[in-house]
């Protein structure tokens, strides 16, 4: 007991810490999401087998986060994401009128800065309703959202203090020992009130460099990331906009033959008809400019949504997804559809 004395002691002295002002929180979420499709392609597993059409699935999220300030005004904590049992996200930072440094695994700079700007993204049934289970199989490099970046481990993020409305980020995440895949990324967003009207835009740039000197290169790329948006905000109305350019190349003696290069873009609007109950639209498409068998592929998709909220904490949503995928190397076709139900709460 007298050495956990003397060592809370000697940290509140060094740091300057109130333990007063300590703020530990839990917070949670837990969804169920059943998805229904059909389109003119089954969908085949690698044992050749059809799949079946419908998935349910389930989804709990935990997070437990805790912030202490210093005498000084300095701020520092740390949380803990678990995701379905595992841990999923762990971070610490640091902030103070400089702004913030966050370390750990968390959203680049580019993720923060483009993500809720993408339509889809910000859909109120989920970021997309064609999953890993589902078809169609997009061709490598068509994209379902414009949101540029990605999470990563081992990251450091500066986040600078909001300016006349100007925010920028900055990181850089390292890959670890068993790979050289280290990325950077920008984000910029400007945010701004003009007569009642909200209006949010964003500039976002990710790099990832190729994850190991293979001279064939396979497996192995290089990805640069490039997207832009903006959101309008005006009484019960939100319309987003975004566009993302992707450009991978294989690594290695075949650079810059066997990558790709995709454009996507999407838009949409939310309307609150009251606070239980919000409409949606979107729409979204992508293609594949370049690429090794695949260059004129595209991906086109329409969405419809209802959010229905009974009870604070608690929301149903319902969305109609439909797409066509055009192969343009087999000269095919895809129609198809698809359905999702989801039910959520946040405790």
Known sequence: MRKVLLATTALVALGGVSAASADVSLSASASWTYDSWSDDTAAVTTAGATTNNTSATMDSD????????????????????????????????ISDDWGQLS?????????????????????????????STTTPALTTGLGTATVVGSEAKGQ?????????????????????????????????????????????????TYDVDSSGDVATGTGSYETA????????????????????????????SSMGTAGYEASTSDYGVTYAMSDT?????????????????????????????????????????????????????????????NTRLKIGVTF
């Open 62 to 93: 935990f997070t437990i986060s805790g912030s202490t300030t210093a005498d000084s005004g300095m701020s520092f904590g740390g949380s803990i994401h678990v995701d379905d049992g595992a841990d999923d996200d762990a971070r610490m930072h």
């Open 103 to 131: 370390f750990g695994e968390h959203n680049d700079a580019a993720k923060s800065s483009s993500g809720g700007q993408s339509a889809f993204d910000a859909a109120i049934s989920g970021t997309s309703s064609i999953g």
């Open 156 to 204: 450091i993020m500066y986040t600078s203090p909001t300016v006349n409305g100007l925010t920028l980020r900055v990181s850089q995440a390292d890959a670890g020992a068993a790979s050289k895949a280290d990325s950077t990324a920008l984000g910029v967003t400007y945010a701004i009130d003009v007569d009642g009207v909200g209006i949010t835009a964003h500039y976002a």
């Open 225 to 252: 990331q490039d997207g832009f948006g903006v959101k309008i905000a005006y009484g019960d109305f939100t319309v987003r906009a975004a566009s993302m350019d992707k450009d991978s190349k294989q690594q290695g």
């Open 277 to 337: 109950l919000t409409l949606e639209a979107i729409s979204m498409s992508s293609e594949l400019s370049t690429g090794s068998t695949n260059g004129g592929d595209t991906y086109e998709a329409t969405q419809l949504g209802v959010k229905y909220v009974p009870a604070t904490g608690m929301y149903i949503s319902l969305s109609n997804r439909s797409y066509e995928m055009k192969d343009s190397s087999e000269g095919t076709t895809n129609d198809g559809a």
